[in-house]
């Protein structure tokens, strides 16, 4: 089982920054596949940025440039870096696990992020 707590949403003014973090617990292997994921009201999720299990690291087209992800294996987490905010932008954001040997997918309970001036 794995266990996901993402933290460092907020309210931020377009053009400002916030960096995401999600903390896993439980086994997670450097090459599970890890990332984010985001949900605006009345849309579907869409994935953001993430690790895939070959090592290689994914951006949707409308964060390339402006959102970074990162991870720290020693410590079981992921970030997201996220830069030149815009309104559309927000929506709750969802860290997710994906185990490379069972493929189970594990979600965090997503955090915030408002993108308002």
């Known amino acids: 089982q794995v266990q996901l707590v993402e933290s460092g949403g907020g309210l931020v003014q377009p053009g400002g920054s916030l960096r995401l973090s999600c903390v896993g617990s439980g086994r997670i292997l450097r090459f599970d596949a890890m990332g984010w994921s985001r949900q605006a009201p009345g849309k579907e999720r869409e994935l953001v940025a993430s690790?895939?299990?070959?090592?290689?690291?994914n951006y949707a087209d409308s964060v390339k440039g402006r959102f970074t992800i990162s991870r720290d294996n020693a410590k079981n987490t992921v970030y997201l870096q996220m830069n030149s905010l815009k309104p559309e932008d927000t929506a709750v954001y969802y860290c997710?696990?994906?185990?490379?040997?069972?493929?189970?997918?594990?979600w965090g309970q997503g955090t915030q992020v408002t993108v308002s001036s």
């Open positions: 997710n696990v994906e185990k490379f040997y069972t493929r189970d997918k594990y």
């Open positions: 690790f895939t299990r070959s090592g290689t690291i």
